[in-house]
């Protein structure tokens, strides 16, 4: 996740500046500094290759498990996970039959279940909190209070007031106006950056020799360079930051205006109904 600090956001856009900052020397990060071990490496891994030495030295036997990953999607031809994929036994791949008749045909590494049955996948969502939010504040926007409710109006009172911060409690309208001042300048000039260097994703390290005349472009390269560095990273893109400024500012928007219906359009389930289980695809 990249940082989007008060005092960065001021830093790269400061009116009128050439966006031009001095070079500062950083410890590189190694690229595997999340399998380290905080305690030998000053990197907050998990201390992988430490288990691994634990584990032979003491010469533990293996066990199988099967671990389930409610989250994003798993890439089923990835090498180091293609031979251990959970299979599903009882059914019959590419057939289109629910042969272990469990109401989900051809699930065989599992379910997707944010995908729509003609195949199509949810490539974004709107917030869950903003979805509560919007759900709930013609209902309880004018109370201040749940004392004389009922016990189900108290406990929804009581998400709407947890929606609420989270939606409007913390919104700082400098911020957000600085968010969308920087989106602007980083669109414009990655146009004319792209178009420049031929790349549609490009990371600092494709600027080092890129020296743009346009005032756009050179704002768009600083803002990608200070983000870089505020953040210790070579790695970001241009396609990841504008991705993330975009993702915040739906964020602010979300506080004035409904969110879009995402999930409606293309899973068409019933997402307040916990009996709603047969939806989705298996991609």
């Known amino acids: 996740m990249i940082k989007f600090s008060k005092l960065l956001l001021a830093t ?5 500046s050439a966006f031009a900052q001095p070079e500062v020397k950083k410890e590189k990060v190694p690229n595997d500094w999340y399998q380290l071990d905080a305690a030998t490496t000053g990197y907050q891994g998990i201390s992988l290759d430490k288990a691994y ?25 990835h090498e180091d996970l293609k031979s251990v994929l959970w ?9 289109g039959i629910d042969d272990d008749r469990n109401g989900y045909i051809d699930d065989v590494h599992g379910w997707n279940f944010i995908g729509g049955k003609d195949g ?3 490539k974004e969502d709107s917030y869950e909190a903003a979805r509560v939010y919007h759900k709930l504040k013609l209902k309880w926007e004018e109370k201040t209070s749940a004392d004389a409710f009922t016990d189900k109006d108290k406990t929804e009172f009581a998400e ?17 106006k600085m968010m969308a001042s920087m989106f602007v300048k980083l669109s414009a000039g990655d146009t004319i ?4 260097i031929n790349k549609e994703e490009y990371t600092i390290k494709d ?30 893109t241009n396609k990841q930051l504008l991705d993330e400024l975009n993702d915040e500012i739906r964020k602010i928007e979300s506080a004035s205006k409904p969110p879009e219906e995402y999930r409606r359009n293309i899973v068409q389930d019933d997402e307040n109904n916990i009996n709603d289980i047969h939806y989705g695809n298996n991609d």
């Open 193 to 196: 950056i792209r178009k420049a």
């Open 12 to 16: 790269v856009l400061v009116a009128g």
């Open 160 to 176: 709407y007031q947890r929606a609420k911060q989270k939606i409007v409690g913390d919104l700082d309208p400098v911020q957000s």
């Open 87 to 95: 299979t599903n036994p009882k059914e019959i791949p590419g057939n």
């Open 207 to 236: 600027m080092e020799v890129y020296q743009p005349q346009d005032l756009n472009a050179k704002a768009a390269k600083s803002i990608l360079v200070n983000i870089s560095k505020a953040n210790n990273s070579t790695d970001i």
């Open 53 to 77: 030495s634990l584990l032979q030295s003491k010469k533990i036997k293996s066990n199988r498990i099967v671990v389930a990953v409610i989250d994003t999607g798993i890439d089923t031809l």
């Open 120 to 122: 199509r996948n949810l």
